[in-house]
């Protein structure tokens, strides 16, 4: 069996320039984004496979969901949105929703030259130390960061930083588990 990321490729490009065409990128991606967060959770996919249920309840029911929840353009009221979701339906696959909905965003971010950042750190940063990380990040991948911060106590100190593909571990931890396997050799 095809593993999600594969399954969700097609998909999400399909939308993608369905939404790039009508300048929707936004929107879409906001709305796929809540219903990706919806079906990641299992009870509600079982739910959704329960065979006593035909494939147009399924749709009454997501639309619902979906307009309570504010995913707008999956919520019925746009017609590509209600015939992607048609779409997903007819072929079992609304479990791959949180997998389409990351491959949108990077989709996304590769047209508008963005990237998102994580910051992990020891302790909380200031605003100067998440400026200069950003100005650095730009400089380095040559698109503009949006940065996310988190703390992990357990880095005793320094930083390590997820930007797409690259990671730039400058923490604490690491350096001195660095250090005590330079020293055992």
């Known amino acids: 069996m095809a593993d999600n990321n594969t399954i969700a490729r097609p998909y999400a490009t399909a939308i993608f320039e369905l939404a790039k065409d009508a300048a929707l990128l936004g929107p879409w991606s906001e709305s796929l984004a809540v219903a990706g967060q ?4 299992r009870g509600l996919v079982e739910y959704l496979g329960n065979p006593q249920f035909n494939d147009e309840q399924r749709l009454v029911f997501l639309t619902g969901l979906f307009d ?10 746009d017609e590509k949105g209600k015939n992607f ?3 997903l339906i007819e072929y079992g696959r609304m ?27 020891a ?13 650095a990040l730009k400089k380095r991948l040559g698109r503009e960061v949006r940065i ?11 930083a390590v930083i997820r930007a797409g593909d690259v990671v730039i571990d400058g923490s604490l931890r690491a350096r001195l588990e660095g250090l005590a396997t330079a020293l055992i050799k």
């Open 38 to 41: 919806l079906l990641a959770d």
């Open 68 to 77: 309570k929840a504010g995913a707008k353009m999956l919520a019925g009221n």
């Open 85 to 87: 979701l048609k779409l």
């Open 95 to 121: 479990r791959v929703l949180p997998e389409i909905s990351n491959h949108f965003d990077l989709l996304k971010a590769d047209v508008e030259n963005t990237v998102d950042a994580t910051v992990t750190s």
């Open 123 to 135: 302790s909380k940063l200031n605003d100067k130390q998440v400026a200069e990380i950003a100005a």
């Open 148 to 158: 996310e911060t988190q703390i992990d106590e357990n880095l005793i100190g320094g």
